[in-house]
């Protein structure tokens, strides 16, 4: 499974396994004890795929933070997330060294060691990009042409439209200024 069906649930520990959409919106497992829950709009939820790491240059996906401490690590679990701030921040710096310290906490680091050793626990270390990433990615790329396309016949059709009603809207005006003058 890849990170695309992993989530973090505010309020809620731990993370979570995309089971399937309900009515009223999905249920998904816990990696912490297997239980199945009911999440519903009103949660706050974070796919881990679309989270990123700020550097100093660039935003860096969490996937290839995960897959350069798992190499880091040769795949195996790594430190724990309740060691001091200093030591969370001394092996981040290991593993992203141009990491921007200013805007990623300690608290963000300890949230992606548990994070990481919780995804080696249960088996989900494949951190590369999904083949369905891939797809539809390539698939957006192909679209694109496509999509500029539909606005260059949208914009010659509303000249059109908003000829007779820019031509209305200054009889309107005119009559504004006028009645104004008059008083």
Known sequence: ?????????????????????????????????????????RHNVSLLSEIAVYTLTEEVPL??????????????????????????????????????EDRVYASDIKKIVQWYNMLVKNGLNDFSEAKEETKKSEEGTSEKPKEPKKPAAKKAAAPKSTAPKASSAKKGGATKSAASRKT
């Open 1 to 41: 499974m890849s990170l695309e069906k992993v989530l973090s649930i505010s309020g809620k520990p731990g993370l979570y396994k995309l089971k399937t959409q309900t009515r009223t919106g999905f249920l998904a497992e816990s990696l912490l004890d297997g239980k199945t829950i009911n999440v519903s709009g």
């Open 63 to 100: 996937r290839e933070v995960f897959k350069k401490i798992s190499e880091k690590e040769d795949g195996k679990e790594t430190i724990s997330h309740k060691v001091s701030k200093e030591e969370l921040e001394e092996f981040f710096f290991g593993v992203m060294p141009d990491y921007d």
